[in-house]
């Protein structure tokens, strides 16, 4: 007679915004104690996310001797391709857990923020609906980028909003204006559109630039206009702070 | 002749939310490495909050021959009496540094978040504008609630709100209108008036209520209306996610 295999654990990671010693004491021993790393690949949006959070990973914590996991999670908006990518994806790492191997899916910052991680969880439950899932939260880049710029993000009382890409500007002005600060999140493909409205509400001196928080080749810029026309990389934080 | 002595370092340290073991590796070291480990008592709202962050970094680091700190900020509207205890604790500081002393200020979660930190800097900085400070970031408490809850906060695209304590109910309803997922902290002085609130928006089973996240006493309520009349501690957080 054969003993059942016991399901293994599927973390997701966080292993925060870039320098690898913001990675939390927890997420270096799951990684340790995970036979199977798994690196989601956004083709697309995301240039180099994933070989930067396993570049992270591994500068963080010994990978030596560790299955790497890449599975592909296209940025699409058809629905159809999305779900066949993420099935594929779920049941690669089902594979591993039912051998009774842990699998941390690792993900730059925090795993609830942007991550495609909590996409993932309901088809892998859905294939083995007795294996643990567990978070491990991870500092997210603007709390990374409020600290390079030694601005804090709120003071007692204050609101703030998180706001992603894709900007529609009027909708941001009533943000700007009902917050008391404001974080916009890869802000690379609004930049001038971003510098014009705060001109134009008197918060150009209100705001600070942050590229590539905590990496070696970070860049904090609190004069905001002198960015006009530039073309910072995906890795940008602006922080409004009125 | 004697060689003046350099200023040490002033650190604000993020200790996260409250597992030690959610300490960045950063953190740990900074610590370890400081002579001084300078703990806000913020008498009155946070009633427990100073305790708890010394309790986290002494599980997490190395503080044996360390001096511990106590600096007395009282949460008060008096801002002439906020100005002096601003100054004490400053003056506290920069006499240390003034000793090429390292001094670590230790907030649970992140130090640019809703921390006393940001508020003594300047107060420093014109005793001592040569001594450097450096921000730790840390995990917040309310990537802990996600994290334990397994809801993720935004997902690709999603704006979110975050808002502490003291609701303005009507403010509150159009924040949840207008945003993908609405983060509360510190939600104990309003569990009912919130409930009532989500029941009239049809959202009573988008929220997830969590108390100590990370904590071994951690709380989960899924079931929101069970809340009601309950009174839950100072460290409870609402995700509402529509």
């Given at each position: 007679m054969t003993e059942s295999v016991k399901n293994g654990a599927l973390y997701g990671v966080g292993v925060g915004p870039g320098d690898p010693e913001l990675m939390t004491l927890k997420a270096v021993r799951v990684l340790e104690g995970s036979a199977v790393i798994a690196v989601p690949k956004s083709a697309g949006a995301a240039p180099d996310a994933a070989s930067r959070a396993l570049s992270i990973a591994s500068k963080g914590a010994e990978l030596k001797g560790k299955e790497i996991l890449r599975l592909l999670l296209p940025m699409t908006k058809d629905a159809a391709r999305l779900k066949e990518a993420r099935q594929t994806a779920a049941s690669a790492i089902a594979g591993r857990l039912e051998k009774g191997l842990d699998v941390s899916f690792i993900t730059l910052g925090d795993p609830?923020?942007?991550?495609?991680?909590?996409?993932?969880?309901?088809?892998?439950?859905?294939?083995?609906?007795?294996?643990?899932?567990?978070?491990?939260?991870?500092?997210?880049?603007?709390?990374?980028?409020?600290?390079?710029?030694?601005?804090?993000?709120?003071?007692?009382?204050?609101?703030?909003?998180?706001?992603?890409?894709?900007?529609?500007?009027?909708?941001?002005?009533?943000?700007?204006?009902?917050?008391?600060?404001?974080?916009?999140?890869?802000?690379?493909?609004?930049?001038?559109?971003?510098?014009?409205?705060?001109?134009?509400?008197?918060?150009?001196?209100?705001?600070?630039?942050?590229?590539?928080?905590?990496?070696?080749?970070?860049?904090?810029?609190?004069?905001?206009?002198?960015?006009?026309?530039?073309?910072?990389d995906y890795f940008s934080t602006v922080i409004i702070k009125k």
């Open positions: 609830m923020l942007y991550s495609t991680f909590s996409y993932l969880v309901p088809f892998v439950r859905k294939l083995l609906p007795d294996a643990p899932v567990r978070v491990i939260p991870g500092v997210t880049s603007f709390s990374a980028a409020a600290a390079s710029a030694i601005i804090p993000l709120a003071e007692s009382g204050g609101k703030v909003a998180i706001i992603p890409a894709a900007y529609d500007i009027e909708d941001l002005r009533e943000r700007i204006a009902a917050n008391d600060t404001v974080v916009l999140m890869k802000v690379n493909r609004a930049m001038d559109a971003l510098i014009g409205l705060l001109c134009s509400m008197g918060l150009e001196k209100n705001a600070v630039f942050v590229s590539r928080a905590s990496w070696p080749d970070e860049e904090v810029v609190t004069d905001i206009k002198s960015l006009k026309g530039a073309s910072p």
